[in-house]
């Protein structure tokens, strides 16, 4: 089994930035691929972006050239660097485990989730 932790969350104006951070124990995630998402308030997980066990990042449209995805496979962390932070940011923030090579968009796909960090951006 493997648990996830995330962290960093909190309130931050438009404009400034928050470093979220996901810590698995249990067993090492260094041969997952990790994804985040978020719930804004009243609607469904969206994807946010994904590492996969190589590195390789993805981003959803909405966040590409503001967040960054990194990964300490020593420290079993994977980081979600966030800039440039717009109201419509504002959802709680999960991220999620998988395994294999490859990534995926939709969060049925994942079987390992933290719990939720909060992030409010305001205007």
């Known amino acids: 089994q493997v648990q996830l932790v995330e962290s960093g969350g909190g309130l931050v104006q438009a404009g400034g930035s928050l470093r979220l951070s996901c810590t698995a124990s249990?067993?090492?995630?260094?041969?997952?691929?990790v994804g985040w998402f978020r719930q804004p308030p009243g609607n469904d997980k969206e994807f946010v972006g994904v590492?996969?066990?190589?590195?390789?990042?993805y981003y959803a449209d909405s966040v590409k050239g503001r967040f960054t995805i990194s990964r300490d496979n020593a420290k079993n962390t994977m980081y979600l660097q966030m800039n440039s932070l717009k109201p419509e940011d504002t959802a709680v923030y999960y991220c999620?485990?998988?395994?294999?090579?490859?990534?995926?968009?939709?969060?049925?796909?994942?079987?390992?989730w933290g719990q939720g960090t909060q992030v409010t951006v305001s205007s």
């Open positions: 999620a485990a998988r395994r294999g090579i490859y990534y995926k968009v939709s969060p049925n796909e994942y079987e390992y």
């Open positions: 249990g067993r090492t995630v260094n041969n997952y691929a």
């Open positions: 590492i996969t066990r190589d590195g390789t990042t």
